[in-house]
T-cell receptor
Framework: EPEVTQTPSHQVTQMGQEVILRCVPI?????FYWYRQILGQKVEFLVS????????KSEIFDDQFSVERPDGSNFTLKIRSTKLEDSAMYFC????????????FGSGTRLTVV | GEDVEQSLFLSVREGDSSVINCTYT??????LYWYKQEPGAGLQLLTY?????DMKQDQRLTVLLNKKDKHLSLRIADTQTGDSAIYFC???????????FGKGTRLSVIA
């Protein structure tokens, strides 16, 4: 069964450093997303990406964040200068679009900022 | 903005039925979902229901939707220890718009 792949599974970084979280969405999916889950809290939407541009973003997704689809397969989330409060599980998802069962989530990257 | 609420904990005995409840506020919700998250793992789609349906059954899972009250429930029949996980309710307006999640209900199954 096709799956969304995220790397690394766990990343530890120092405050102020840049991190790039990587995702390989399902190949025939058209919509790509990043969500995050701070420990013990809700899963929160960050950004959606369609047709090589951001289609929607939440207020969490400020200037510290950026997304990119550098080639035909990868979808990345960059955090320019990490803060302690960026520590969370980051989930990538992709969707065919138009159908309720189209979303598929990756296993997540646990980011720990120290 | 949209909000999704769930009770945080549920404990059941193995073999009993579990019912996890969820309420949502967005009357424009088109799709309502149940996701399962096991410890350290990602989000696994269990089932979803389209807003023009009242009920959907899939093996041990039954989803009931009361659109008037904006209430969604997930019933797991013959609950097993492997069902122990966090269950998230979520909604979206379209099949590709961002999901809005609840806080999750931690289901504990006692052998």
């Amino acid at each position: 069964e096709p799956e969304v792949t995220q790397t690394p599974s766990h990343q530890v970084t120092q405050m102020g450093q840049e991190v790039i979280l990587r995702c390989v969405p399902i190949s025939n999916h058209l919509y790509f997303y990043w969500y995050r889950q701070i420990l013990g809290q809700k899963v929160e939407f960050l950004v959606s990406f369609y047709n090589n541009e951001i289609s929607e973003k939440s207020e969490i997704f400020d200037d510290q964040f950026s997304v990119e689809r550098p080639d035909g397969s990868n979808f990345t989330l960059k955090i320019r200068s990490t803060k302690l409060e960026d520590s969370a599980m980051y989930f990538c998802a992709s969707s065919v679009g138009g159908k309720g069962d189209g979303y598929t989530f990756g296993s997540g990257t646990r980011l720990t900022v120290v | 903005g949209e909000d999704v609420e769930q009770s945080l904990f549920l404990s059941v005995r193995e073999g009993d039925s579990s019912v996890i409840n969820c309420t949502y506020t967005d009357s424009s919700s088109t799709y309502l979902y149940w996701y399962k998250q096991e410890p350290g793992a990602g989000l696994q789609l269990l089932t979803y229901i389209f807003s023009n349906m009242d009920m959907k059954q899939d093996q041990r899972l039954t989803v009931l939707l009361n659109k008037k009250d904006k209430h969604l429930s997930l019933r797991i029949a013959d609950t097993q220890t492997g069902d122990s996980a966090i269950y998230f309710c979520a909604e979206s307006r379209l099949g590709n718009t961002p999901l809005v999640f609840g806080k999750g209900t931690r289901l504990s199954v006692i052998a």
